[in-house]
T-cell receptor, first 111, second 115 residues
C-alpha cells in the first residue's frame, strides 16, 4: 500500500530562518504530489502541486518543493519564514486515484 | 472560503446518540469525500462518492453511514459511536474521482467528541 512519510513532527524556528520539510513516499510508479497547509482554525488548503515537467514547483506564499524521483521525495522549502507561516503542513500523494496523506508537520515560527 | 462548507463545526454526542454531519460544495464538482483526521496521524480516507455513487468504503465501521443525495451534498450519519471515534471529520470535493491530477478542496471540518 502507498505510504507517505513526513519525518519531522514538530519544527520550531525563528522568523527569517529557512524551512525545509521532508516528505517521502513508497510507491514507485507515476505519482502526483501535493503539499497542503492548515493554518490554526482554518481549513486545509493547497500550497502547491506537482504533476509533471519541471521538478521544482513554486507555490503560494513563497513556498517551493522539489520532486526527486530517485529519492521518492518531495521536500517543501521556504527561504525565509514569517510568523504567519505557523501552521500544520501535510504532504500528499495520489496513486490509483487515491490521495494518501502524511501525518503532518507542525511548524511554529517565533517572532 | 473554499466553497466547501460543513455543519456543525463542533459536535459533542453520547455513545447512544444519533447525529448527522453535513457537507455542501458550491464548486460544481462531481466527487466528494469524507476523511477522518486524528491527532498526529495521517488523514484517513473513509468514503468516496463520484457522481452520487459510492466508489470507496475504506473498511469503515457500520456505525458510520454516508449519504449523497446529489453531487453538491454529502452526509455522514453517526450512531452508537465510541470514544475513539472522536476526531476532526473533513469533507472534500474534486472535479471527478478518477482523475489523479484533480485538486481536492476541503471544508473546515466538524470537531466530533464522543463521550
Amino acid at each position: 500500500a502507498q505510504s507517505v512519510s513526513q519525518h519531522n513532527h514538530h519544527v520550531i524556528l525563528s522568523e527569517a530562518a529557512s524551512l525545509e520539510l521532508g516528505c517521502n513516499y513508497s510507491y514507485g510508479g507515476t505519482v502526483n504530489l501535493f503539499w497542503y497547509v492548515q493554518y490554526p482554525g482554518q481549513h486545509l488548503q493547497l500550497l502547491l502541486k506537482y504533476f509533471s515537467g519541471d521538478p521544482l514547483v513554486k507555490g503560494i506564499k513563497g513556498f517551493e518543493a522539489e520532486f526527486i524521483k530517485s529519492k521518492f521525495s518531495f521536500n517543501l522549502r521556504k527561504p525565509s519564514v514569517q510568523w504567519s507561516d505557523t501552521a500544520e503542513y501535510f504532504c500528499a500523494v495520489t496513486n490509483d486515484y487515491k490521495l494518501s496523506f502524511g501525518a503532518g508537520t507542525t511548524v511554529t515560527v517565533r517572532a | 472560503e473554499t466553497g466547501v462548507t460543513q455543519t456543525p463545526r463542533h459536535l459533542v454526542m453520547g455513545m447512544t446518540n444519533k447525529k448527522s454531519l453535513k457537507c455542501e460544495q458550491h464548486l460544481g464538482h462531481n466527487a466528494m469525500y469524507w476523511y477522518k483526521q486524528s491527532a498526529k496521524k495521517p488523514l484517513e480516507l473513509m468514503f468516496v462518492y463520484n457522481f452520487k455513487e459510492q466508489t470507496e468504503n475504506n473498511s469503515v465501521p457500520s456505525r458510520f453511514s454516508p449519504e449523497c443525495p446529489n453531487s453538491s451534498h454529502l452526509f455522514l450519519h453517526l450512531h452508537t459511536l465510541q470514544p475513539e471515534d472522536s476526531a476532526l471529520y473533513l469533507c472534500a470535493s474534486s472535479q471527478e474521482e478518477q482523475t489523479t491530477t484533480d485538486t481536492q478542496y476541503f471544508g473546515p471540518g466538524t470537531r466530533l467528541t464522543v463521550l
